[in-house]
């Protein structure tokens, strides 16, 4: 059975975690199936948003597999620790926006997915933490990163030093989660996707693509970036199909070109 699946819908594509038995945890070959998934994806011109979620009701994942940590050497679980800190960072570094459906506990590792996707909508029920601390580790694929810059360093020891777990609705107060979803998870999920797939798909990239790059620098360099990122739409097909739509008053037909 494959740990990590991938499912499309036209130009949405649909990650799932598949160790429900184990609360989605990661170990190596999760971790290597992930990646390949990733990689996959990112060359994919077809796919134009994706969502990342866990198999079953429990658990989006509960992070790293604890159970094969305890029997790796000190080369294997660096080799672990590596290889989910390069798998984040490719998710966080794909073209398309980026969902996460938490569907339930998100800790350690889990959660660090989570934060490397553009969006985050959980389930009443998830529970989301960097427990780190208490297995006398830290955080180490990016979590002590991303979650302070999401929510401001002060909140981010808070959590992370404590080990502290929270609910969703804790988690939407502080600004982790964009959305609780009161009735489907992956369907309110895919809704959003859709939001964003009505639109030009180049653009969306390149929008994307200036936020990120352009939200750890300067203003101005920040300014350069965007203007970068502008000049690669305006040859496009898609620009000019938008311009023909309104004229013609129809809905555009983008075709990513």
């Known amino acids: 059975m494959k740990k990590v699946t991938v499912e499309k819908y036209q130009h949405l594509a649909v990650v799932t975690l598949n160790r429900p038995e184990q609360l989605n ?100 029920s998830a529970v989301m933490g960097l427990t780190e601390v208490s297995w006398a580790i830290i955080p180490g694929a990016g979590g002590t990163q991303r979650l302070s810059r999401l929510i401001g360093i002060s909140r981010a020891k808070e959590l992370i030093l404590t080990a502290r777990k929270i609910n969703a609705n804790q988690a939407e107060h502080w600004g982790i989660l964009n959305k609780v979803v009161q009735s489907s998870l992956l369907e309110e999920a895919k809704e959003l996707a859709a939001e964003i797939m009505k639109n030009g798909p180049l653009a969306v990239r390149q929008a994307k693509y200036a936020i990120n790059h352009g939200s750890g620098v300067d203003l101005h360099t920040g300014i350069a970036l965007e203007a970068k990122a502008y000049e690669v739409i305006i040859p496009t097909e898609d620009r000019l199909e938008a311009l023909e739509a309104f004229k013609e008053k129809r809905a555009p037909v983008f075709q990513g070109k």
């Open 25 to 124: 945890c990661f170990d190596y070959e999760t971790l290597v199936q992930l990646e390949e998934a990733v990689e996959e994806l990112k060359l994919d011109v077809e796919v134009r948003t994706i969502i990342f979620t866990g198999a079953g009701e429990k658990a989006f994942s509960a992070g790293a597999d604890l159970k094969e940590r305890k029997h790796l050497t000190e080369k294997e679980v660096r080799r672990n620790v590596s290889k989910i800190r390069d798998v984040f960072n490719k998710i966080e570094e794909l073209p398309q926006p980026t969902i996460a459906a938490i569907n339930g506990y998100a800790l350690g590792g889990g959660f660090e997915l989570a934060l490397a996707c553009d969006f985050r909508y959980a389930a009443p």
